[in-house]
């Protein structure tokens, strides 16, 4: 299962504009990305709602992740990785002057 951490670098955290953004992000892969902070359990990043409720403050720790059922093939796993990694870079550059 591909996995990336990441900083919530947005002044009011995964809330509003910036979780709207992420979750948009995350649509537009097509992939079944989840995220999750510590002591709490995976969330689907497609779902504005669950991003929200799940409470990811700005400087939290998230993990990035999709399923491996959500990959085809070795092709499908760097498309993921690659999706990962452009998702952080978003969560990390949001807010930031």
Do not use: N, W, Y
Not at 16 to 24: I, L, T
């Amino acid at each position: 299962m591909p996995t990336m951490k990441a900083v919530v670098a947005a002044p009011v955290g995964l809330h509003a504009r910036p979780a709207a953004v992420f979750v948009r992000a995350v649509t537009d892969t097509g992939l079944p990305v989840t995220i999750s902070k510590a002591g709490a359990g995976k969330v689907d990043a497609r779902s504005l709602l669950q991003v929200m409720t799940a409470d990811f403050p700005q400087g939290c720790e998230v993990e990035l992740s999709i399923m491996e059922h959500g990959l085809e093939g070795a092709l499908g796993r760097k498309k993921a990785e690659e999706a990962l990694r452009q998702l952080r870079e978003l969560l990390e550059s949001q807010g930031a002057a």
